[in-house]
């Protein structure tokens, strides 16, 4: 079992930065696949991005990559998404989920686990 919590939420202008952090409990937090996804209001949960057990892979969304970066602590058992560039559009709840099935996951069905959500606003 593994619980995540999300934090580092906020309201930004456009064209700011934002860190998210999830911290993990447990002490296997080392085998899990991290992600990120997003839900904006009236619209699915979306993937971001999604980093190996190692930290070794990542991958993002289109709309998302060369401004969004997705880190690890393995020892702090914590993954990171720093936002940069932000635009109004990326405007949502910020979701972490950790997956047991696969190296790199970026469907919502392959995370196991999901923290509770964090806001983040984008001002024009």
């Known amino acids: 079992q593994v619980q995540l919590v999300e934090s580092g939420g906020g309201l930004v202008q456009a064209g700011g930065s934002l860190r998210l952090s999830c911290a993990a409990s447990g002490r296997t937090f080392s085998s899990y696949t991290m992600g990120w996804f997003r839900q904006a209001p009236g619209k699915e949960r979306e993937f971001v991005g999604t980093?190996?057990?190692?930290?070794?892979?990542?991958l993002y969304a289109a709309s998302v990559k060369g401004r969004f970066t997705i880190s690890r602590d393995n020892a702090k058992n914590t993954v990171y998404l720093q936002m940069n560039s932000l635009k109004p559009e990326d405007t949502a709840v910020y979701y972490c989920?950790?997956?047991?099935?696969?190296?790199?996951?970026?469907?919502?069905?392959?995370?196991?686990?999901w923290g509770q959500g964090t806001q983040v606003t984008v001002s024009s």
């Open positions: 989920g950790a997956s047991t099935r696969s190296v790199v996951a970026i469907r919502i069905h392959e995370y196991d686990y």
């Open positions: 980093i190996s057990y190692s930290g070794g892979r990542t």
